[in-house]
Nanobody, 112 residues
Framework: QVQLVELGGGLVQAGGSLRLSCAAS????????LNWYRQAPGKQRELVAG???????YYADSVKGRFTISRDNAKNMVYLQMNSLKPEDTGVYYC??????WGKGTLVTVSA
């Protein structure tokens, strides 16, 4: 079955950086569209970034220029490099494969 496991969350001060990782199994990884979503306290889950099988990327306006999504098909990993973090980036970050596949999430807390 499909498994997605996120790593790399934590507490960071505003202006700092974190790198999230997602290990995927049970899918043909090289063909998969991969997304990162986040859910802030009291808010709906929102799309943060995505990367196609061909390496094309897309981002939410709120993170453009600060976040970078990448993939390593040899390792079945997708990453989210987050720089210049803001308190409003706080939330649980989820790895997603379209079709209803989600990881359990990793908490990112950005202090002011």
């Amino acid at each position: 079955q499909v498994q997605l496991v996120e790593l790399g969350g934590g507490l960071v001060q505003a202006g700092g950086s974190l790198r999230l990782s997602c290990a995927a199994s049970g899918i043909i990884f090289s063909s998969a569209l991969l997304n990162w979503y986040r859910q802030a306290p009291g808010k709906q889950r929102e799309l943060v970034a995505g990367i196609t099988s061909g390496g094309n990327t897309y981002y939410a306006d709120s993170v453009k220029g600060r976040f970078t999504i990448s993939r390593d098909n040899a390792k079945n990993m997708v990453y989210l490099q987050m720089n210049s973090l803001k308190p409003e980036d706080t939330g649980v970050y989820y790895c997603n494969v379209p079709g209803g596949y989600w990881g359990k999430g990793t908490l990112v807390t950005v202090s002011a």
